[in-house]
Antibody, heavy 118, light 107 residues
Framework: EVQLVESGGGLAQPGGSLRLSCAAS????????MNWVRQAPGKGLEWVSY????????YYADSMKGRFTISRDNVNNSLYLQMNNLRAEDTAVYYC???????????WGQGTPVTVSS | AIQMTQSPSSLSASVGDRVTITCRAS??????LGWYQQRPGRAPKLLIY???TLQSGVPSRFSGSGSGTDFTLTISSLQPEDFATYYC?????????FGQGTKVEIK
């Protein structure tokens, strides 16, 4: 069974940092591209970042470039999102998602909430 | 970035109704579009990919169509479990972009 379990969310101060993790199981993690998607309270979904299976291709949403860094550890089947210089508008639930062939996000984690507030 | 305009933003419908949601891209995206369902407090769920391909396990009352800039999600006969918010997502190029969502409510 495919499972994606996010962790690392919590309360951060403006300008602070958090590192989110996504533990993957039930599939060959090293063969799949991965994404992060977020959802602010009461708002719609917002795509955050993509990383290819081997980590060589990485993309970010414009508002996160230079502040967020996506990475992965294919030995430990984990995906990460390092978030620096956090802003109030980064407050959201952050989901990791597996990208299947055809560029669809076919499995999602349950999400980890991030609150940026002083 | 490609903008995705979804309509309507919300609708009220009854069980058994036929429901149509549209998504328009600001430029041509071939058929690189998916539809996702999100129930309150839950993670999104993939319904349709490549504009019209039904994801495994998704009921056949869901269907998708379109290419280029105009796309449609249709629910042929609305069921109680279908009351949720629906999003389109273009995966034609990065940054991927979602539509703003369509909330389907009970009439």
């Amino acid at each position: 069974e495919v499972q994606l379990v996010e962790s690392g969310g919590g309360l951060a101060q403006p300008g602070g940092s958090l590192r989110l993790s996504c533990a993957a199981s039930g599939f060959p993690f090293n063969l799949y591209n991965m994404n992060w998607v977020r959802q602010a309270p009461g708002k719609g979904l917002e795509w955050v970042s993509y990383i290819s299976s081997g980590g060589s291709a990485i993309y970010y949403a414009d508002s996160m470039k230079g502040r967020f860094t996506i990475s992965r550890d294919n030995v430990n089947n984990s995906l990460y999102l390092q978030m620096n210089n956090l802003r109030a508008e980064d407050t959201a639930v952050y989901y990791c998602g597996r990208v299947a062939s055809g560029w669809r996000i076919d499995y999602w984690g349950q999400g980890t909430p991030v609150t940026v507030s002083s | 970035a490609i903008q995705m305009t979804q309509s309507p933003s919300s609708l009220s419908a009854s069980v058994g109704d036929r429901v149509t949601i549209t998504c328009r891209a600001s430029q041509g995206i071939r058929n690189d579009l998916g539809w996702y369902q999100q129930r309150p407090g839950r993670a999104p769920k993939l319904l349709i990919y490549a504009s019209s391909t039904l994801q495994s396990g998704v009921p056949s009352r869901f269907s998708g169509s379109g290419s280029g800039t105009d796309f449609t999600l249709t629910i042929s006969s609305l069921q109680p479990e279908d009351f949720a918010t629906y999003y389109c997502l273009q995966d034609y190029n990065y940054p991927w972009t979602f539509g703003q969502g369509t909330k389907v409510e009970i009439k």
